[in-house]
């Protein structure tokens, strides 16, 4: 009893601590997102969200669009949009909500691994000065928050009871939801988890005791049901109202079909289809290239001020150092006391790093998807430093731990200046030279610089002069929000559109001449973007039998500052 006393209350003050450090980082989150939450107008990303939830709110037939993440993502933007109306800002509402709860996620989660309240609040300082890019937030909002619940589930390995399951199974399901795929990578660990509990954990019951081998699979079959019990009942609302509005396929299908839409998409940028003449030199020209990595060279010759590659090489290729060092750390740790016991908690932090790290390493290295990242790169850089810690607690070890524990403390500097002073997280850096107010249909008011002021105007100008709202107008490549800002509506299912459709999908631009000669939109809007940083990725380059069969038909293009607006004749002439 006395030692149990002594347990509750030296853990009384680092619960106090920590409940101080989660309000100290949620005002801190407050304060600082209020100062810039109204600058800039990203109509490609933040535009996607606002648009797609704005077509549900409209009714449109969610089999009708085209969208990368779960549809209850976009529900989300609907509901809010029930209340207070379509409204840019209440967008930014949704990510900045999100972006706090990821910032207090990753104080909480590494004040629990680390036992650090220093490293938990350094950390939460990165998050939340140099956030996730807003409109993806969600990526390391789901990493963070299957990480903190089944951090505490490793814990408990050893006593896993089926009552411990539920919160890390609810958010599991709430992540299938949002992101499908973050969904099936974190049931890997949950399931790894559940297995290590049954078959080596001590959570048998009396009856069992005597009967070890059937114990321990009853064992199993109890706790891989009360997660699978939790997660239907999560899915069970979303499921019943899906098929009441008939989209159950979009929900259930979808998901279930994520890794094969994946795996398709990786085989026709990587291998694409020889057989296809078009395909064959579509791919020859460079279409489907991907936005290259900088130069690992960078991080030798520099220079280090000024416009250069270096430091996103640091970003890019240094956290791959890291994970390599925590994974060697992880290993020999086994190999000290209470490492078995250590273990499953390194692993799931390890499961954080590497949920996102695809995303930027392999697709897209740019300091958005970077910054998505970051957070789980936190959490796994604190608690290698707090491993180092503890394998070399003093000696001639003590020295070289200090100097390896130094390396991911280097990169969240470098990130930080980065993320504070480039346009691309969810920092301060949105609001650099933004001092123009600009105001359109479906938002209230926002800070821009002169020349997205002078773009956006000249778009808003054209568009209102040559449509009416609901319209459905086509914006191409990828700038969706110039018809949310404008109170249209879309007509091309595709929000996106690539070089790589060239590869994926070549029959796509025929289509779409076809669906824009059977509407007859009245506008067109061409964004002048070189997506992946080579030539044939801007839109006018890789569809140009699409810009052709526009002229064609007769519409006529009016240039605004990196835009291109083709409007349909006057009088309606068909061709």
């Known amino acids: 009893m006395t030692h149990a006393l002594s347990i509750r209350r030296a853990a009384r003050p680092a619960g106090l601590a920590t409940a101080a450090g989660l309000l100290a980082v949620l005002a801190a989150s407050l304060g600082y997102y209020q ?27 969610p089999h009708a669009m085209s969208y990368s993440y779960g549809l209850m993502w976009f529900k989300l933007g609907q509901l809010l949009f029930t209340v207070s109306g379509p409204d840019w800002h209440a967008v930014q ?69 089926a009552a411990d399951l539920l919160l890390p199974a609810a958010a599991l399901s709430v992540t299938f939801q949002i992101r499908p795929d973050f969904g099936f990578l974190f049931a890997m660990p949950l399931f790894g988890l559940v297995l290590l509990g049954a078959l080596f954990g001590r959570g048998l019951g009396r009856r069992d005791r005597g009967h070890a081998q059937t114990g321990r699979l009853r064992h199993f079959a109890l706790l891989t049901g009360a997660a699978l019990v939790t997660i239907l009942a999560v899915q069970a609302p979303v499921l019943i109202r899906a098929a009441a509005r008939g989209y159950l396929d979009l929900v259930a299908m979808e998901t279930l079909r994520y890794p094969v839409i994946i795996l ?46 270096a430091p996103m090489a640091v970003l890019v290729y ?25 273990l499953p908690v390194l692993l799931v932090v390890l499961a954080g790093a590497l949920a996102t790290w695809p995303h930027y390493f392999v697709f897209r290295p740019d300091l958005a998807h970077v910054a998505n990242f970051m957070p789980g790169f936190l959490v796994l850089g604190c608690t290698l430093v707090a491993e180092l810690r503890a394998l070399a607690p003093s000696g001639g070890g003590r020295l070289a731990a200090g100097i390896l524990a ?14 504070l002073t480039t346009p691309g997280t969810g920092s301060i850096a949105a609001s650099l030279a933004r001092t123009e107010p600009f105001t359109a249909r479906n938002v209230a008011g926002v800070r821009l610089n002169p020349g997205e002021r002078q773009q956006l105007e000249g778009v808003r100008e054209l568009i209102e002069a040559g449509s009416a709202p609901g319209d459905r107008i086509v914006c191409v490549p990828y700038c969706p929000g110039m018809a949310f800002m404008t ?8 929000y996106f559109v ?16 076809a669906t824009t000669r059977d509407a007859r939109p009245p506008i067109v809007i061409v964004v002048d973007w070189a997506i992946h940083g080579t030539e044939i990725s801007r839109f006018q380059n890789w569809a ?29 002439a068909q061709p």
């Open 35 to 61: 100062l810039f939450i109204d600058s800039g107008l990203n109509t490609a990303d933040d535009g996607h969200y606002a648009q797609v939830a704005y077509e549900l709110l409209l009714g449109t037939d």
């Open 93 to 161: 509402l949704i990510f900045y909500t999100l972006i706090t709860a990821t910032s207090l996620l990753v104080y909480a989660t590494v004040a629990r691994v680390t036992r650090s309240q220093g490293l938990a609040m350094a950390a939460a300082a990165v998050a939340v000065t140099a956030p996730a890019f807003p409109p993806t937030a969600f990526y390391a909002f789901c990493t963070l928050l299957n990480v903190f619940l089944q951090v505490r589930l490793a814990e408990r390995w050893r006593g896993m009871r």
């Open 264 to 309: 398709d998409y990786l085989l026709a940028v990587f291998h694409p289809a020889v057989t296809v003449s078009e395909t064959v030199a579509a791919h020859a020209r460079g279409a489907g290239t991907l936005l290259p990595r900088p130069p690992l060279s960078a991080l030798w010759s520099g220079p280090w001020s000024g416009p250069s590659d």
């Open 318 to 342: 240094g956290p791959v150092l890291i994970i390599g060092l925590f994974v060697l750390i992880a290993t020999l740790r086994l190999f000290r006391p209470g490492g078995v016991e250590r």
């Open 406 to 419: 130094v390396l991911p403390l280097a990169i969240a500097a470098v990130y930080l200046r980065v993320g």
């Open 487 to 494: 109170g249209r509506r879309m007509l091309l299912r595709e």
């Open 498 to 513: 690539d070089d790589s459709f060239l590869l994926r999908d070549p029959g796509w631009i025929d289509r779409t001449i």
């Open 544 to 572: 140009k039998p699409y810009i052709d069969a526009l002229i064609a038909d007769g519409y006529e293009r009016r240039d605004v500052p990196g835009v291109m607006v083709y409007q349909r004749p006057h009088n309606g």
